[in-house]
């Protein structure tokens, strides 16, 4: 930044117009997706660590622009955020979701649990509440097969308002999971103020677990400290059968990661989980 002349701060150097550029032509390009169907929920299956069993999915957002190729939710979503584009997008992954929820329904999955993410823009709007209730009427759908995903970080953000809001989604009958657990600045002691069913612990702990006795401590005494508040706990990101066996020595009551399956299209999903199935 340089001074201009009345002394104010100028943000302009050549690398930021370019970093501002390419937002502005992200933004433009999501828009124009968004009207098109240029994006896509992929389902990554969660795990059962007793039985070995899918028990649901998680939904991931993937957007696949004709010129540009495929771009990386990491990339995208904070700009969606930035812009406010998160909302009409998030309230499309919803709709999705929701669908895809009847689908099963009706295709024998009807058992199948569905994890969406939400924004804290979305979650902190004043407007999720309504729109749910006009997709639960819309779909016909048992409220307790979605499952909705605030990060830690968001849900820390107004304590209070986190607070009321969950009660409400809760009366509902829908499950709300605490996201990206470990990565902010609360607790667990914290966390049973709010009305959760899970935690979802980072993939950052569960990474190193079997060499990093620190990294081991934490999950361990995690998953023990939300059992005993009544919570269960899935582990992201598990990719190695060692990871997979520590998990399941520590009770953690679900996995999801590379190990059982990436994050795939729809269709495909449902024809793992019925291969699954068979003895
Ligand atoms: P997240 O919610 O923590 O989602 C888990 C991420 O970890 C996903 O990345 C998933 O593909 C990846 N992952 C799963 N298993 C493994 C594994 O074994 N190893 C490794 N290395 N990675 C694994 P993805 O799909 O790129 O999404 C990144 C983030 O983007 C998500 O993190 C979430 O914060 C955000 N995101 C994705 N879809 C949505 C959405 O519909 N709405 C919102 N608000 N955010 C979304
Ligand atoms: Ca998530
Ligand atoms: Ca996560
Ligand atoms: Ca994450």
Do not use: C
């Amino acid at each position: 930044a340089k001074r201009d002349g009345r002394g104010n701060f100028r943000f302009f150097s050549p690398a930021m117009n370019a970093a501002t550029h390419e937002h502005l032509m992200l933004e433009t390009k999501m828009w124009a997706a968004l009207e098109r169907g240029g994006f896509e929920v992929h389902l990554q299956a969660q795990v059962s660590l007793e039985t070995g069993r899918v028990i649901g999915a998680e939904a991931l957002l993937r957007w696949h622009d004709p010129e540009l190729g495929s771009i990386e939710p990491s990339r995208f979503i904070p700009i969606a955020e930035e812009s406010g584009l998160i909302l009409p997008l998030g309230d499309w992954v919803l709709a999705r979701a929701m669908a895809l929820l009847a689908e099963w329904q009706h295709e024998g999955l009807g058992g199948l649990r569905l994890a969406v993410n939400l924004s804290a823009r979305q979650f902190g709007g004043g407007a999720l509440l309504s729109r749910l209730d006009q997709l639960l009427a819309q779909h016909q759908i048992d409220p307790s097969r979605l499952e909705l995903e605030i990060t830690e970080t968001a849900a820390m953000r107004d304590p209070e308002n986190t607070r009321a809001l969950l009660r409400q989604l809760r009366a509902r009958g829908f499950k709300l999971a605490i996201d990206d657990f470990g990565t902010g600045y609360s607790s667990l002691a914290y966390l049973k103020l709010f009305a959760i069913d899970r935690i979802k612990i980072d993939r950052g702990f569960v990474k190193d677990i079997e060499h990093d006795p620190n990294d081991a401590a934490i999950v361990g005494a995690t998953i023990g400290l939300a059992h005993s508040l009544g919570l269960s706990v899935v582990a992201e990101g598990v990719e190695t059968q060692a990871q997979w066996g520590f998990l399941r020595d520590k009770r953690s009551d679900e996995a999801q990661g590379y190990l059982f399956g990436r994050p795939m299209p729809a269709r495909e999903f449902g024809e793992f989980v019925r291969a699954q199935a068979q003895p």
